[in-house]
């Protein structure tokens, strides 16, 4: 059974440039989250999404935009980067909010030149 | 506002040895508690969670965890290090409802262990 795997896994872009990560959750999970993990910090929540819409929004700016596909598959869309937005982006997923438990991707490190 | 707080940012204990990292906790109402570890270049997995019930709980790799709400604490405890757990913990609080669940992180621990 695959667990959460995030693609890709590094990248390098530069000031202004946009970005898009992927994220494929643990097979039968329905609903997927966003994490910001700056270094020397801990993971920030960005936002979840289920059923193909965004439930909840951490805060982020516009900047930051999401998608889930139908086949629960997600993206997370970050425009007109700033050096700020450096981080391990870590998706997780889970089946059943009620329970809180999340499952982790090893993340995307995303460094902004 | 939900907040987490891990007072200690480097630990270093010496294998075999007792372990104990600190996690202080702000949440309004009865917390979802979880210990989560980090090991270079890999995602967060999940050590132990409390929900509710007994306030000691036990997780993989003989970690267990201990939720005083009086203290707003769930400090992780190991009895004996072993050179394999040398890694960064991460202590969340969860908020759920219906339909949605966010974790809020503190700003995690970083182990090192001594031969």
């Known amino acids: 059974d695959a667990g959460v795997t995030q693609s890709p896994t590094h990248l390098i872009k530069t000031r202004g440039q946009q970005v898009t990560l992927r994220c494929s959750p643990k097979s039968g999970h329905d609903t997927v989250s966003w994490y910001q993990q700056a270094l020397g910090q801990g993971p920030q929540f960005i936002f979840q999404y289920y059923e193909e819409e965004e439930r909840q929004r951490g805060n982020f700016p516009d900047r930051f935009s999401g998608h889930q596909f139908p086949n629960y598959s997600s993206e997370l869309n970050v425009n007109a980067l700033l050096l700020g937005d450096s981080a391990l982006y870590l998706c997780a997923s889970s089946l059943d909010p009620a329970t809180g438990e999340l499952f982790f991707g090893e993340g995307s490190r995303l460094t902004v030149l | 506002a939900q907040s987490v707080t891990q007072p200690d940012i480097h630990i270093t204990v010496s294998e075999g040895a007792s372990l104990e990292l600190r996690c202080n906790y702000s949440?309004?109402?009865?917390?979802?508690l979880f210990w989560y570890v980090q090991s270079p270049g890999q995602g967060l997995q999940l050590l132990l969670k409390?929900?509710?019930?007994?306030?000691l709980v036990q997780g993989i790799k003989g970690f267990e965890a201990e939720f005083k709400r009086s203290q707003s604490s769930f400090n992780l405890r190991k009895p004996s290090v072993h050179w394999s757990d040398a890694a960064e913990y991460f202590c969340?609080?969860?908020?759920?409802?219906?339909?949605?669940?966010?974790?809020?992180f503190g700003s995690g621990t970083k182990l090192n262990v001594k031969p």
């Open positions: 409390y929900f509710s019930g007994d306030t």
């Open positions: 969340a609080v969860g908020e759920s409802s219906n339909n949605f669940n966010k974790f809020y």
């Open positions: 949440y309004g109402a009865t917390p979802y």
